[in-house]
């Protein structure tokens, strides 16, 4: 008589997972397509009167470019700080390693809230930055940080930050330290070892990070709400106004399945770049 497979399974040991995931993502992303097709407030008429409402309105696409934009400038300043710092833990001995892990860790083990009223505190007109920047002599009136277009990305990169150095931890500790010194043997420097072997084996790393920190920037609605102030804009807040300020729930169930699929359009194009990036570190 044949065993079964080790890795033979029962599908019935699923239905419960797929029952809680059916039941509390499918029904509500239905109801909520559902409800996004109606033309009134009264839920009485379907039609496609608030995709057009805002993908005719140069207001509401606006909104929708500056949070795509938002978030790869946030992904962009996170991978320029994040690679250094994941460099720097992969090839700092194992006591400093614990160090360094547990302040790339320490947003995550912080409240959101928390964290964003302290940027408040750092950039606001008597914070930190501006009684330094004072006290230095290097400006003459505090300067405005807070409510502002860097002010929002400063603080989602610090935010989001252990959400690109972790993968790249993991890419750079899988890279073989002898390919460094292969390519320093045959005479390249240190610049060109890093371009040639070091950047590509990294890269599914990179398209990681810069996937998840995307993704976690352009729907940070906490942060871009306080840090941003009532003068900026982006997508969550708007669709928080139409929702709970103005009740138009068809509308706000249009602008978030519009936001859903611009998303899911960018994280498409991440896996399709961290798959081209594979085929590139393994060729």
């Known amino acids: 008589m044949r065993s079964a497979p080790v890795t033979a399974y029962d599908l019935k040991l699923a239905l419960p997972l797929a029952g809680f995931f059916a039941l509390f993502f499918v029904a509500p992303l239905l109801i909520l397509i559902l409800v996004s097709f109606y033309t009134d407030t009264s839920l009485t008429q379907f039609g496609l009167a608030q995709y057009a409402r805002f993908l005719l309105d140069p207001f509401s696409l606006s909104v929708l470019v500056s949070t795509l934009w938002l978030g790869v400038k946030v ?23 614990g160090v360094l892990m547990l302040i790339i860790v320490l947003p995550l083990l ?15 007109r008597q914070g930190i930055v501006n009684n330094l920047l004072l006290s230095l002599g290097l400006a003459d ?10 002010g929002v990305v400063v603080a989602l990169a610090q935010v989001q930050m252990p959400l690109m150095v972790l993968p790249l931890i993991t890419a750079l500790s899988r890279i073989d330290p002898n390919l460094r010194d292969a390519s320093s043997a045959l005479g ?11 950047l590509p084996l990294t890269l599914p790393g990179i398209m990681a990070g810069c996937l998840l920190t995307f993704a976690a920037a352009i729907t940070a609605f906490i942060t871009q709400s306080l840090v941003g102030g009532g003068q900026m804009l982006f997508m969550p807040m708007y669709l928080y106004q139409q929702s709970s300020t ?6 706000a169930a249009a602008i978030s ?24 570190a393994q060729g």
Do not use: E, H, M
């Open 75 to 97: 992904t962009l300043l996170c991978l320029l700080l994040g690679f250094p710092l994941a460099w720097t833990f992969v090839r700092s001995p194992r006591l400093a390693q």
């Open 257 to 280: 399945i519009i936001f859903l699929v611009a998303v899911l359009g960018a994280v498409t194009l991440f896996n399709l770049l961290g798959r081209l990036s594979r085929g590139y």
């Open 110 to 124: 912080t409240s959101v809230v928390v964290r964003t009223f302290a940027w408040i505190v750092i950039l606001g």
């Open 141 to 150: 009136t505090p300067l405005r940080l807070l409510y502002t277009d860097g």
């Open 246 to 251: 103005l009740s138009n729930w068809p509308f």
């Open 188 to 198: 390249a420097g240190a610049w060109r070892s890093f371009v040639k072997v070091i």
